[in-house]
């Protein structure tokens, strides 16, 4: 069982930038896969990023390749997504999640999901 807790979340204008963390309970956080997805007012949740249990492998939305990058510390259980350049349209919930499954891109390989933080962009 995982617990996951996200904070970072906030207004920023666009062009602005904003560092979302992801605590999670659990002796095993390094043994799962970590993804960061999002999810807009009217729209379906949507794939952000993820990173393998060891940090070496990552994917992105080609939507924030350049722009975003996410990490994993172990050592404190957390993985983070540092968001630079943000416009609105990147105006969403941020949900991060836990996989067993390495890093899919796939909201359904994820058996672990946090709360969410809301992030606004203004134009």
């Known amino acids: 069982q995982v617990r996951l807790v996200e904070s970072g979340g906030g207004l920023v204008q666009t062009g602005g930038s904003l560092r979302l963390s992801c605590a999670a309970s659990g002796r095993t956080f390094s043994s799962y896969g970590m993804g960061w997805f999002r999810q807009a007012p009217g729209k379906e949740r949507e794939f952000v990023a993820s990173?393998?249990?060891?940090?070496?492998?990552?994917r992105y939305a080609d939507s924030v390749k350049g722009r975003f990058t996410i990490s994993r510390d172990n050592a404190k259980n957390t993985v983070y997504l540092q968001m630079n350049s943000l416009k609105p349209e990147d105006t969403a919930v941020y949900y991060c999640a836990a996989s067993l499954n390495g890093y899919s891109d796939y909201v359904g390989q994820y058996n672990y999901w946090g709360q969410g933080t809301q992030v606004t962009v203004s134009s």
């Open positions: 990173i393998s249990w060891s940090g070496g492998r990552t």
